[in-house]
């Protein structure tokens, strides 16, 4: 077998393998990538088995970050909770990482990172593949009747939650607009100081709706004229997948944000869905995992795979985060905004 390269935004096979393989994510689609490449100028591509003049029957998808910060590497996917290799074959996967592997330090790459859910990567023979543990997938079932849905949830911090909000006369928007965009963001840079967090930047908000249209939605909840809490949805095929969500915390006794989600779940539910991806917190993120397991008691643990082991360069780990959220926590929000523009690009 030969190592083939593919761009996955301009060869039209990349996303006929997307549509079509049953562990394709919204985060393999060109429109995600697309979106990624316009705002950070990471550089998506494909490595795969197949030649360019046949059809393309398997594929690990990366983005090349360069960055003269933290140096140059293979991601599998930046800021996308996962994105499994398309690969039926075993063979064929362990053919591609290891291709990666012998040509990562004549590349000049720092590491190479895979973050699969389903590929049991450490078991792989002689990958030598070291994982980065710690992640908890919290994925929804909506295959049962939309009131069982409800009636498995937590009773006093999700189903009591959404009922006070249903009473408090609360107003929901939903759409792409501008003027829901910037409601949202500016709950969203609000949250992200609470947290000690600088925010996303604009544009990667402005570039995701630009390239996923259809398939993004805004939801928030007014009190009054007030925008309490937002929530940004992705969907594709048989998923939708909850990816961002801010609130303002004096708000917080309203029940807003499961209100949102709930009413995420039932549209997603009336579209055919099968699955509300909730993403994946980091265990010690225990608030965070607390919240998201209110409604799926049960996660998947995952972890990422990374070669050679530089896990404890990787940007959520340890001191290092806690160091730079102590210097964020100074900052006023417009600071941190500009912050979250200059450092995302870095941190992929």
Request: net charge positive.
């Amino acid at each position: 077998m030969n190592i083939y390269q593919v761009d996955p935004i301009g060869d039209r096979r990349w996303a006929e393998l997307v549509e079509r393989h049953p562990r394709a994510s919204v985060f393999h689609t060109p429109a995600w990538l697309r979106a990624l490449q316009c705002t950070y100028g990471y550089e998506p591509v494909v490595f795969t088995t197949s030649p360019s003049t046949a059809e393309l029957k398997n594929g690990v998808v990366f983005c090349r970050v360069k960055s003269w910060l933290t140096g140059r590497r293979l991601i599998s996917l930046p800021f996308s909770d996962h994105c499994e290799p398309l690969c039926d074959s075993s063979e064929d996967l362990k053919f591609i990482i290891r291709y990666l592997q012998t040509t990562l330090e004549r590349q000049h790459w720092k590491y190479l990172e895979v973050r699969a859910v389903n590929w049991n990567l450490d078991q792989t023979d002689a990958l030598n593949l070291p994982s980065v543990p710690g992640y908890l997938l919290h994925v929804l079932d909506l295959r049962p009747a939309l009131n069982d849905v409800f009636r498995a949830l937590d009773k006093d911090s999700v189903q009591r939650r959404i009922r006070r909000a249903e009473r408090s006369g609360l107003v929901e928007e939903t759409g792409r607009s501008d003027g829901l965009l910037k409601d949202f963001y500016s709950l969203f840079v609000a949250t992200r100081s609470r947290h000690r967090l600088p925010p996303q930047p604009y544009a990667w908000f402005e570039n995701l709706i630009r390239s996923q249209g259809d398939g993004l939605e805004i939801r928030l909840a007014y009190e009054g004229r007030t925008p309490i809490s937002g929530i940004l949805t992705l969907h594709f095929k048989d998923t939708t997948y909850y990816k961002y969500g801010c609130s303002d915390s004096r708000f917080s006794n309203l029940g807003a944000t499961p209100w949102l989600l709930w009413r995420a779940i039932t549209a997603a539910k009336s579209r055919g869905a099968s699955r509300f991806d909730m993403g994946r917190p980091e265990e010690e993120h225990v608030g965070l995992v607390k919240l998201k397991s209110h409604w799926v008691p049960e996660p998947k643990r995952i972890a990422y795979w990374m070669y050679p082991d530089h896990s404890s360069l990787h940007v959520t780990s340890g001191w290092k985060l806690r160091l730079a959220k102590g210097f964020f926590l100074c900052m006023p929000n417009r600071m941190l905004a500009l912050t979250g523009r200059l450092i995302y690009r870095h941190i992929a």
